[in-house]
């Protein structure tokens, strides 16, 4: 009978506790995600208030940021890309907007103070996990966003 009981109360702390872990998983990977979100505003306005732009983004000043996308883990949810310089899949996408997702939710999306201008039309997309070093580069046009390798 003890024995049926210590599983019947260990069953029900677990279903107590698992949404609980979920919900600490999505919250520490929005954090990780928010925080580096921040850190590349962060340089962008840096360069856009400390230097001057050239005409040409590759010898223009510039700095480098890590972004992290976390995966599935006991900590952290999967993040399924992030989208720098507007939302994928829009016609025309906002070069202010940052946009991400964590584990097939909806997108979660911020707006930066100046345009993030990319080699493409579209958005600069990180798809997958891991670390992404970006370099970001001052332009009469705006703020160039291009990924290198970290």
Same mark, same amino acid.
């Given at each position: 009978? /003890? @024995?049926?009981?210590? @599983?019947?109360?260990?069953?029900?702390?677990?279903?107590?506790?698992?949404?609980?872990?979920?919900?600490?998983? !999505?919250?520490?990977?929005?954090? &990780?995600?928010?925080?580096?979100?921040?850190?590349? !505003?962060?340089?962008?306005?840096?360069?856009?208030?400390?230097?001057? #732009?050239?005409?040409?983004?590759?010898?223009?000043?510039? /700095?480098?940021?890590?972004?992290?996308?976390?995966?599935?883990? +006991?900590?952290?949810?999967?993040?399924? +890309?992030?989208?720098?310089?507007?939302?994928?899949?829009?016609?025309?996408?906002? #070069? *202010? @907007? &940052?946009?991400?997702?964590?584990?097939?939710? !909806?997108?979660?999306?911020?707006?930066?103070?100046?345009?993030?201008?990319?080699?493409?039309?579209?958005?600069? &997309?990180?798809?997958?996990?891991?670390?992404?070093?970006?370099?970001?580069?001052?332009?009469?046009?705006?703020? *160039?966003?291009?990924?290198?390798?970290?």
């Amino acid at each position: 009978m /003890r @024995v049926v009981l210590a @599983v019947a109360v260990t069953l029900a702390l677990f279903a107590v506790a698992a949404p609980a872990a979920a919900d600490a998983r !999505e919250y520490r990977s929005d954090r &990780v995600v928010a925080t580096d979100l921040t850190t590349l !505003e962060r340089a962008g306005a840096a360069l856009l208030d400390l230097e001057d #732009p050239t005409s040409n983004p590759a010898t223009g000043p510039r /700095r480098f940021v890590t972004l992290r996308v976390p995966g599935r883990s +006991w900590t952290t949810a999967r993040v399924d +890309w992030v989208a720098l310089g507007g939302r994928p899949g829009t016609a025309n996408p906002d #070069p *202010h @907007v &940052v946009a991400y997702t964590l584990a097939g939710g !909806e997108p979660r999306t911020s707006e930066l103070p100046f345009p993030l201008v990319t080699s493409d039309d579209g958005p600069l &997309v990180l798809d997958g996990t891991g670390s992404y070093g970006l370099r970001l580069t001052l332009a009469p046009d705006g703020v *160039h966003v291009e990924q290198v390798g970290v």
